[in-house]
C-alpha cells in the first residue's frame, strides 16, 4: 500500500512559480513510478508527467514540456513538480498517483495510489 499526500498548491500570477510536492508513506515508494496529472473544471483528468522508480527517465505532456520538471528524492519518499512560467490554463487541482511498476505512463488508468489533491489556481 502507497499513500499519497500533495501540498504546496495555491494562488499565482501568469508568468510565476509553484513547487508541488507528494508525500509518500509506505515501503514500496522507491521501487514505483510516479506521475502527476490535473483535472480542470468541467475536464477529464490530464497527464502532466512521469517519472521511472529511480529518477532518471521522465516524460511530460507537450503542453507543459519545458516548463515543469518533475522530480523525486527516493530517500525522502518524496515526489516533486517545479512549475515555471505559469499560465491560466494550468489551473487545475494537481494530483500525485504511483504505480507498482519501474516505469510509468500517460494513462491515468494505469495507476494504483492517487492523492486527495491540491489546488493551483493562475491569474491572468
Known amino acids: 500500500q502507497v499513500q499519497l499526500v500533495e501540498s504546496g498548491g495555491g494562488l499565482v500570477q501568469a508568468g510565476g512559480s509553484l513547487r508541488l510536492s507528494c508525500a509518500a508513506s509506505?515501503?514500496?515508494?522507491?521501487?514505483?513510478?510516479m506521475g502527476w496529472f490535473r483535472q480542470a473544471p468541467g475536464k477529464g483528468r490530464e497527464f502532466v508527467a512521469t517519472i521511472n522508480w529511480t529518477g532518471s527517465s521522465t516524460d511530460y505532456a507537450d503542453s507543459v514540456k519545458g516548463r515543469f520538471t518533475i522530480s523525486r528524492d527516493n530517500a525522502k519518499n518524496t515526489l516533486y513538480l517545479q512549475m515555471n512560467s505559469l499560465k491560466p490554463e494550468d489551473t487545475a487541482v494537481y494530483y500525485c498517483?504511483?504505480?507498482?511498476?519501474?516505469?510509468?505512463?500517460?494513462?491515468?488508468?494505469?495507476?494504483?495510489?492517487w492523492g486527495q489533491g491540491t489546488q493551483v489556481t493562475v491569474s491572468s
Open positions: 509506505g515501503r514500496t515508494f522507491s521501487s514505483s513510478a
Open positions: 498517483a504511483a504505480v507498482s511498476a519501474k516505469y510509468g505512463s500517460s494513462w491515468s488508468g494505469g495507476y494504483n495510489y
